[in-house]
DNA sequence: GTCTATAACTCGATAGAC
DNA sequence: GTCTATCGAGTTATAGAC
């Protein structure tokens, strides 16, 4: 990397699109989506308000910025989650409601933002590409759990039910804990709260009862 | 009540105060906490935008007093599909979902407000009083899906799970389900993730087999 | 109790110097 | 590639007429 050297001269940094976004990103978590604004972004950073404008167009695609990095970061959280959970599909599947409690707990607002907003046509598809990965990665592990006769659609309603019912609770529970709970224990309860879901899911499908 | 002879001289409304509320929840639901303002609701009710501030101090207490009519409304509308969904405990806690789901539908980020925002000490106790009422009756519904010796921490884990999780599927699947299903559909099926999940975490407390 | 008018502020975005 | 300076729009909140 030639950072080093860009450093150097000037006042200016070495990546400072690289530092937009990772201030952005740390932004959105204390101040929220409605606290989010391109002058923030820049005194943090410790440039002018102008400054971002070089890098990008406009407010829009420097969100679209922290969205997609906050995308990625979340899909590699979970994909290593549930590699670490072993070989039961249901322990995979499960594990995937911790990494994402924790990532939560850490990013706060940053990650109403991956699932709100709506982004003009120009900076949709960087965005669409890392949440295209989230979702393949959360369809695998969820085709995993069910019979192998599942059709599409109901891996897709699965996959999707365990991703807002932990989003809800990696996002709403933590506001209203008091008094707050440790990291490890907020996490281990998303886990157990996703194989309840799970376990019961799976004994409904099987018609209730004994087979 | 004199709101008829109120309404009668000048340009200004019989209960302007409630009508800035009513217009404050039906801004919130198109523009999202976000794009609310003191201003917009004042065109809304076709006043002027100094008008409101007879009535609210500020910003934030007109937003106190949407956040606790949003708050009161919910509490009744859970209550009152418990009432209709029969004797069954986890029939009735179940139902509370559909009755959240549908709720959520409507008011949108209405919700967000109720849990996201923490009010100035001024305007606090008006919040927390309809709050209060919610959790209650949750508690209630939740006490009696519980054996008699649950703790009352296990009590209030249990509500805020279902809460939480109910929360984060109401708002977050309706955006991404495509094509969008009907509102019945949606509810409904808030109620079988409910259920779902109760029947998990009752069957793990009874220890994963037979007694 | 509502109006008009305005002060003070923040924001997004641009122009031009360096 | 970053700076200073600025414009225009939108916001909260207040002052004073009616």
């Known amino acids: 990397m030639s950072s080093s050297t860009a450093a150097r001269r000037g006042y200016h940094h070495g990546d400072l699109r690289a530092r937009l976004v990772s201030e952005g990103i740390a932004l959105l978590a204390e101040a929220g989506v409605a606290g989010f604004s391109v002058a923030k972004v820049a005194v943090r950073a410790g440039v002018s308000s102008a400054a971002p404008y070089r890098h990008f167009p406009d407010r829009e695609a420097l969100l679209a910025a922290c969205a997609a990095t906050l995308t990625a970061d979340l899909a590699d959280a979970l994909a290593r989650a549930a590699e670490l959970a072993g070989p039961d599909p249901v322990d995979r599947l499960a594990a995937t409601a911790g990494a994402y409690t924790r ?15 709506d982004f003009p046509a120009e900076h949709r598809p960087v965005v669409q590409e890392q949440s295209r990965r989230l979702t393949d990665i959360l369809m695998a592990l969820t085709s995993a759990v069910l019979p192998e006769d599942a059709s599409w659609a109901d891996i897709a309603d699965l996959a999707y039910v365990h991703l807002s019912t932990t989003h809800g ?3 709403l ?22 194989r309840d879901h799970l376990t019961g899911h799976l004994q409904r499908l ?6």
Chains 1, 2 share one sequence.
């Open 103 to 117: 990532y939560a707990l850490e990013r706060r607002a940053g990650l109403d933002l991956i699932h709100s907003r």
């Open 169 to 171: 609770y990696a996002t």
């Open 173 to 194: 529970l933590p506001r209203n804990s008091r008094p707050p709970r440790d990291i490890d224990g907020i996490a281990a309860l998303a886990v157990t709260v996703a």
């Open 206 to 211: 099987r018609g209730h009862g004994a087979p």
